[in-house]
């Protein structure tokens, strides 16, 4: 099946720095990506929609500045978390559209995630 | 507003029992409609597709309501490796949208 990676894995950083997070789909082409954001005890939210070669929608609620993605290739977007709090600690996890299986529903692909923690 | 309610648990159960989960969405044009695994601290993964008609997978079977808004999920025998959390996930239409997570109910098979 489709399998899509993220890295890293997990990173532990201070408080006012960057952090980037990348998504790759491995063997297959991804026009959209979605990021979603899990905080412990919550349901995954959606944060944002990347579009390869445009710029990405963004869910209400969700500071388009504050986590910059760029979908630069039908492969790989990346999720960068500028300026990063201790309230910005998450687990963060993208995912890639599958293709339309038996019944005409479709199905998504979801990466490892990455757990964020800054202190 | 989407949303996606599940009773969150847990649902202590003892192995080999039979368990169902319910879960109800509030978008009427909801389209797609899946049951999902998430092991602690990792990604969600598919469990199962839910189709109007009711499908069964091995000891798993799905029913969809689209009059009620309202799905479900059975599971027979149940194993100590069930034991996950259960998230019920519905999707607005196509690919192009992103998934609507309920935050989950949490199944604890006991020996």
């Known amino acids: 099946g489709a399998v899509v990676s993220q890295h890293p894995s997990w990173v532990i950083c201070k408080s006012g720095t960057s952090v980037k997070i990348e998504c790759r789909s491995l063997?297959?082409?991804?026009?959209?990506m979605f990021w979603y954001r899990q905080f412990p005890k919550q349901s995954l939210m959606l944060m944002a929609t990347s579009n390869e070669g445009s710029k990405a929608t963004y869910e209400q609620g969700v500071e388009k500045d504050k986590f910059l993605i760029n979908h630069a290739s039908l492969t790989l977007s990346t999720l960068t978390v500028t300026s990063a709090h201790p309230e910005d600690s998450s687990f963060y996890i993208c995912s890639a559209p599958g293709q339309v299986i038996a019944g005409g529903t479709d199905t998504q692909y979801f990466g490892p995630g990455t757990r964020l923690t800054v202190l | 507003r989407k949303e996606v309610e599940q009773d969150p648990g847990p649902f202590n159960v003892p192995e080999g029992a039979t368990v169902a989960f319910n879960c109800t969405y509030s978008?009427?044009?909801?389209?797609?409609f899946f049951w999902y695994r998430q092991d602690c601290r990792k990604e969600p993964k598919l469990l199962m597709s839910v189709y109007s008609s009711g499908n069964e997978d091995g000891r798993f079977t799905a029913q969809l309501n689209r009059a009620s808004q309202y799905i479900s999920l059975l599971i027979r025998d149940s194993k100590l490796s069930d034991s996950a959390t259960y998230l019920c996930?519905?999707?607005?239409?196509?690919?192009?949208?992103?998934?609507?997570f309920g935050k989950g109910t949490h199944l604890i098979i006991q020996p």
């Open positions: 978008n009427s044009a909801s389209q797609s």
């Open positions: 996930v519905v999707n607005g239409g196509g690919g192009a949208d992103g998934l609507t």
């Open positions: 063997d297959f082409q991804a026009t959209t």
